[in-house]
């Protein structure tokens, strides 16, 4: 292997680079101490700050830190002066070295090829792979802090230890640097397209209960193609369309594409109506752009077809009765007890589906409730939605699956549910 100034290193040498755990002394990890001389009677010990000095032997010159000495070292007497090698790469070297002592232990002789292994190593490529790996996988930063990470990339190729940083808060200036390079790809496809930018957005509800709206280019790229891709995934205040275009006009700004807004494809919620008319306006007060919000809104056909099942399975003063109830909650405003109540008799004017629905409407309600039911089913059940396709289906389907499961929570909550209990017959 090689250090970072790319002297060779045998796999007969790994125990040179072992380091205790238990060090703390600075003359055991720097080597420029034997650059270093005592200071004369006249000389301070100490800066203003209280730090110790560090003079050069071949001069005057003293510094409180050993990086500035190791560079006065390299600038005024060209004496290069080895960096300590950091923990994390010193336990994986002995790692390391104890599995080639298992892997081989009559060939610790054999010496790698360094300049071979080196020509096939490149940062730019390993740095990539790397933050890949961290992001698509979900791990955490500080994997790059793991003995056994490095022994892992440097079993695989031992000059990799001078490639693979072992700072976590390196990864993020990785994963940003990637993600600029990244979008300003994506920029420039997306200012040379043939055709207008179309965007589909959609706001959904986090695991960690963030509400974040989704924002989808689709177009024709210079080559004719149709392509779509991400241009931004913002967390947003609420659901309402004033809000969504203060979140997708600072991404089109970004993107340079205000003047090309082509359609907007989003579900039927009437708030999506309300974005259309704040674009509408926006594009006419502030571009002198004549943007029709009806005729350049496409609807969900998803939710249109949802919406059609709905009118066939529930009468029309079911549904506004409920829709009203869900305008409610979509401007964020909690029902009270008596509301809640209301709902709920709501649904269950639609017979065993809106009993159901209350069912799993109550097993959602909490975490302790949700926590049971599903120590009984080993999953939650969807409920269903006014915008969502297949919401109802998928509701119907899973709880089919699930009844004994059903069963045995409402009898668990019998007092709350009893009115909303399914017999076999339902």
Excluded at 265 to 288: G, K, P
Excluded at 293 to 312: D, E, K, M, P, W
Aim: glycine fraction near 2%; hydrophobic fraction near 35%; charged fraction near 25%.
């Amino acid at each position: 292997m090689a250090t970072e100034e790319g002297s060779l290193i045998s796999l007969d040498s790994f125990e040179s680079l072992e380091v205790s755990s238990t060090q703390t002394s600075r003359k055991n990890t720097s080597s420029i101490h034997q650059y270093c001389r005592t200071p004369s009677k006249d000389e301070p010990e100490r800066d203003n700050q209280n730090r110790k000095l560090y003079y050069c032997s071949l001069c005057t010159y003293s510094a409180s830190s050993t990086t500035n000495i190791r560079y006065h070292l390299h600038s005024k007497h060209q004496i290069e002066s080895d960096k300590a090698i950091p923990r994390t790469k010193a336990t994986a070297a002995s790692q390391l070295q104890d599995l080639w002592k298992q892997a081989s232990a009559d060939n610790q002789s054999n010496e790698l090829n360094s300049l071979i292994l080196k020509s096939i190593l490149n940062k730019q490529v390993l740095d990539q792979a790397l933050i890949n790996l961290i992001v698509v996988r979900n791990l955490p930063f500080r994997i790059v802090e793991w003995p056994e990470f490095h022994a892992f990339c440097q079993a695989l190729n031992p000059e990799s230890v001078s490639y693979v940083t072992t700072a976590h808060s390196a990864v993020s200036t990785l994963i940003q640097n990637s993600f600029q390079l990244q979008k300003d790809i994506v920029r420039k496809k997306v200012q040379s397209a043939l055709t207008d930018i179309h965007l589909s957005v959609d706001i959904w509800t986090s695991p960690n209960n963030h509400l974040l709206l989704a924002i989808c280019a689709h177009f024709v790229n210079s080559q004719e193609q149709r392509r779509k891709a991400l241009l931004a995934l913002r967390t947003v205040a609420n659901h309402s369309g004033e809000e969504q275009w203060n979140v997708i006009l600072p991404v089109l700004q970004d993107y340079g594409i205000v003047r090309k807004l082509g359609t907007i494809i989003a579900d039927n919620s009437t708030t999506n109506d309300t974005l259309c008319r704040t674009i509408s306006q926006y594009l006419s007060d502030n571009e002198n752009i004549t943007w029709d919000s009806s005729y350049q809104r496409i609807r969900c056909q998803g939710h249109t077809i949802n919406l059609i099942v709905q009118a066939f399975l529930f009468n029309k003063a079911q549904l506004e009765k409920i829709e009203s109830y869900d305008k409610e909650n979509t401007l964020e405003n909690e029902l009270d007890k008596q509301a809640e109540t209301e709902r709920e008799e709501a649904f269950r004017t639609m017979g065993i589906l809106g009993k159901l629905h209350n069912i799993v409407a109550h097993s959602r309600s909490s975490a302790n409730r949700t926590k049971e039911f599903v120590s009984l089913a080993d999953r939650r059940i969807p409920l269903d939605n006014s915008t969502r396709w297949n919401s109802w289906y998928q509701m119907l389907s899973t709880a089919l699956d699930k009844e004994s499961a059903i069963d045995e929570y409402v009898k668990a909550n019998f007092k709350s549910l009893e009115k909303d209990h399914l017999s076999p017959q339902d």
